[in-house]
């Protein structure tokens, strides 16, 4: 056999090789892609627990702290503040450390944040934490969570492929309302019953066991070969255009996506409040309407993500989105006016009102895996944590901005001006969803 012959003959094994080990890699991404997605809907789980579930308390929170209605919108706000604050630092960390360290580094020091809160911030016969105890730790919890949501986003870019990320991405957004939902389901009682400590206690540990699950499978996907991989693999999460802080189109998503969150973190802060205040309806009923939301909430995100995946319509839905919310969170205002300008039809239209909210409710949270999923198309899947990270930024803005903004509403305009405003918010993100010409 000639040299030439030789290395020809080299090549081909060569190639016979690789190829055959870029196989073994793909079979083993398809196997442990769906664990990675777990893994993603676990964290998210544990920490909407942890900011859904609290101001599903709110009530409980109000009275075991002695809090004004004022105190009670700060300390819920600064919650939010902490994650607006830290998601972007904590996004731009994970594109350039990775998902893991990053989503372990957060879940674990959230647990133990939480249990140490447990222990030492919570109402006794012989000691009361003061409003800024309470809001300095809450805002050190959003500062900690404010982690998971770029690193688990950006490991489910980069495990699964396009023709299946936004179903994906809203699959694990289904977290944050079945997170919430769980909370509104069992913190209200538990606060009731074993007070706050249970409260935290239960929290930490939920987050523990998050990290634990990280820690056993969340690992970098196996490199693919970008002339094999074309369908949607690392030939597609290679940078391309302009980074995510440089690029016009995800600043606008990201806006867009704060703006729609107003109302949605409206009926996530205080209807609890609500409908204990206003519509004068017990815990189980309250911890119904706010479970339903959330239920509600998840089925249109698995469906919605589903849905655009197979239509490649996301910014059409996303609109979509915006303009029903709107109608809703209006015709809700309205509603709550007139039975507030008519008691004698006030008990009549409790019913109507709590059926609205639901409604409303799960219109404004439906959208949540359909954005994030085009933004981190628009950003590239390797710069996803940047991208996500600016987007949450912007939705965690509305969890600080709403809940110290509703108790100065409630004194000019009441619940509806409450309502109306979210809806006025809603409206205005339709416009910036539009495709530049």
Known sequence: MSIADANCEQRRIGRAAAVTAISKAERFRANHRWKVLGIGVAANASFSATFAGIPAAAVFLRSGYQLSNGNLGLV????????????????????????????????????????????????????????????????????????????????????????????????????????????????????????????????????????????????????????????GGIATTKPAGPAPLRNVEVWRIATAIGLICFPQVAVLTFASVFLHDFAGMGTLTISASLAAVQTGAMVMRVWSGRFTDRHGNRRWFLRLCSMTSALGFAALGLLVLAAAATPGAHAALMPAIAVL???????????HGVAYTELAT????????????????????????????????????????????????????WPILLRPN
């Open 357 to 367: 909210l639901v409604v409303a409710g799960i219109s404004v949270s439906a959208w």
């Open 76 to 231: 819920l706000g600064l919650l939010g503040l902490g994650v607006a604050l830290s998601e972007l630092p904590w996004g731009l960390l994970t594109d350039r450390w990775g998902d893991r360290g990053v989503l372990l580094t957060g879940l674990g020091a959230t647990a133990a944040w939480l249990a140490l809160m447990a222990l030492f911030i919570v109402p006794s016969a012989t000691y009361l934490p003061g409003v800024a105890m309470l809001a300095a730790c809450l805002l050190v919890t959003g500062l900690l969570g404010g982690s998971v949501n770029g690193s688990s986003g950006r490991a489910i870019m980069a495990w699964l492929h396009e023709g299946e990320r936004g179903f994906a991405m809203s699959i694990r957004q289904t977290a944050v309302p079945l997170g919430g939902g769980l909370g509104a389901l069992v913190l209200p009682s538990l606060a009731s019953a074993h007070g706050f400590s249970a409260v935290f206690g239960l929290l930490a540990a939920v987050n523990a066991v998050s990290a634990l699950f990280a820690w056993r499978w969340l690992h970098q996907p196996p490199e693919a070969d970008p002339e094999i991989d074309n369908a």
């Open 378 to 429: 628009l950003a590239g899947a390797s710069r996803a944590g940047t991208a996500l990270g600016l987007a949450n930024s912007f939705v965690f803005i509305a969890f600080f901005v709403v809940p110290t903004a509703i108790p100065a509403l409630l004194l000019v305009w009441s619940w509806p001006g409450v309502w109306l405003v979210g809806a006025l918010c809603a409206l205005i993100a």
